[in-house]
């Protein structure tokens, strides 16, 4: 193929050399396992020019998520460590923060504030009535409050909260205003305002079960029949907010998202918000339709308790057809001076870890991909043998690149920090270097190693790049030919 090399080595080396590349690259997408990207279009929510036009009322919505409170007395000497938990919530301050955005919603006065999951760390009582006594503080000023479990809340292993009880702990916020109900989870329906029906979806399993989503699609056709807008709401992302989420992240998308995602824009729901992801991301899910288009947004709000520390604002017509987003954060409380710089540390420092943690849960597929080298004349440890150098190898190769990656995705809007397009480039020369590394380290000759780093590199370009390029450049669904969008993540919807 005018490279110079007799046919038959040559085929032989394919077999091998597209094998290790596979390797190679299986690594390396889990090694990004932490990004997010996003899509709003025009048609994300239907627009009646003439009704809008007709009227003229404003509501504004507030919408949290992940608060991981916890009640003062469980803090014991592991939280107040910080450093031993690795991990990157300001948990140590939950209850200062969660009592700076009801002390700031008691001075804005939102119509209402709708509360994604995750209203606890533990899913403990104690925890549960301290949030609902805070939160009720809004309710007694005449501020609609609802909230949904997440999967921190309900039936949690270190919790005492059934899901009976939760729902007695926040009957005044939101189940009390239901006018349906479940009865295969705490999903419930309510209508805060006329013309405006919220489904809130129980979601805290990680999945939604046959029984709930025919209830949803029930509720759904009811309330366009009756001519009124509806809006979901859950913990959960109901889509991959960048392509191969599904994959790298599971446990961030529910479980049968793709089933769920595609009976809801087919029945005529076109917004949900969501958490769970603790960061801020707008992604579109778009069906194409003999008609043309149809789409689904899904609106994620970060955590109060993780950088950035914003919750969305949201600014909706009298119709429900025009809504218009914005993000504020947590800035300051009494503990903390400079909340997000505080935050964005924890979070920075606390990364290297995650990522290891990452790369360790990847190894057993890694190495089951051994048995490529048993007919080659490359040696067996040209692979890692074992989980500690498999994690060396990977952080030294691309650590600092998936530790970059991951802070500029949680902050949102990554495709216009110009760092993004520095550290495309960089993944690819990650991969490369990490690649090279090994085969010289383990003597490889100059000519195999020249064909495996040919083949390396074009496989990133084919397979790996339109992920990195799905990451980076905020945008989801770029696989699909005249699907692909990408939006501001942190206002105008």
């Not at 450093?83 to 209402?112: F, N, Q």
């Not at 992240?249 to 917004?271: F, P, R, S, W």
């Not at 000759?445 to 495996?452: A, H, I, N």
Request: aromatic share 8%; charged share 25%; net charge negative.
């Amino acid at each position: 193929i005018g490279l110079g090399i007799p046919a038959e080595p040559l085929f032989r080396s394919r077999d091998l050399l597209s094998r290790f590349t596979r390797i190679i690259l299986a690594a390396l997408v889990c090694g990004v396992s932490m990004t997010s990207c996003t899509y709003v279009a025009d048609n994300a929510v239907n627009h009646n020019d003439e009704a809008d036009s007709q009227d003229q009322t404003e509501r504004t919505i507030w919408v949290v998520s992940d608060i991981h409170a916890m009640a003062p007395e469980l803090l014991n000497d592991q939280y107040k460590a910080e450093d031993a938990t690795k991990d990157p919530k300001l948990l140590l301050y939950s209850t200062e923060i969660l009592d700076k955005l009801v002390g700031d919603a008691l001075t804005a006065k939102p119509d209402m504030m709708l509360i994604t999951g995750d209203l606890t760390e533990l899913g403990d009582q104690k925890s549960h009535e301290l949030v609902a006594n805070t939160l009720g503080k809004l309710v007694s000023e005449g501020i609609k409050v609802v909230v949904i479990p997440g999967n921190h809340d309900v039936d949690n292993a270190d919790g005492s909260t059934s899901p009976q009880l939760f729902a007695e702990l926040y009957k005044d916020l939101g189940f009390n205003m239901a006018y349906a109900k479940d009865q295969a989870s705490l999903s419930y329906a309510c209508e805060p305002f006329d013309g405006l029906v919220l489904l809130c979806l129980d979601t805290s399993t990680g999945s939604i079960g046959d029984t709930t989503m025919k209830w949803l699609l029930d509720e759904t056709d009811k309330a366009h029949e009756q001519g009124k807008q509806v809006v979901v709401m859950q913990h959960h992302n109901v889509m991959e907010h960048y392509d191969g989420k599904s994959s790298l992240q599971k446990e961030n998308v529910l479980v049968n998202y793709g089933d769920v995602a595609d009976k809801m824009t087919k029945n005529g729901i076109h917004l949900v918000f969501s958490g769970h992801a603790h960061m801020p991301d707008i992604a579109q899910y778009r069906e194409k339709l003999e008609a043309g288009v149809d789409s689904l947004v899904e609106v994620e709000t970060g955590s109060l308790l993780t950088y950035p520390n914003g919750w969305r604002i949201i600014k909706v017509n009298g119709s429900f057809k025009k809504w218009n987003i914005s993000t504020q954060y947590i800035k300051s409380i009494p503990s903390i001076a400079d909340v997000r710089k505080v935050s964005y540390k924890l979070y920075q420092d606390a990364l290297p870890d995650i990522m290891k943690n990452h790369i360790d849960a990847f190894w057993p597929v890694f190495d089951s991909y051994r048995y490529v080298l048993t007919d080659s004349n490359l040696p067996e440890e040209i692979l890692p043998t074992n989980i500690e150098d498999f994690r060396e190898w990977f952080m030294e190769g691309m650590g600092d690149q998936m530790c970059k990656g991951f802070l500029l995705h949680i902050a949102g809007n990554e495709e216009k920090n110009p760092e993004a397009a520095v550290l495309r480039t960089q993944f690819k020369e990650g991969m490369e270097n990490m690649v090279r590394k090994r085969l010289v380290a383990y003597n490889v000759d100059e000519e195999t190693t020249d064909m495996l780093m040919l083949f390396v590199g074009a496989t990133y370009e084919v397979l790996f790049k339109p992920k990195v390029e799905s990451l980076l450049t905020d945008t989801n669904q770029v696989a699909e030919e005249g699907l692909s969008s990408s939006t501001d993540d942190l206002n105008d919807l």
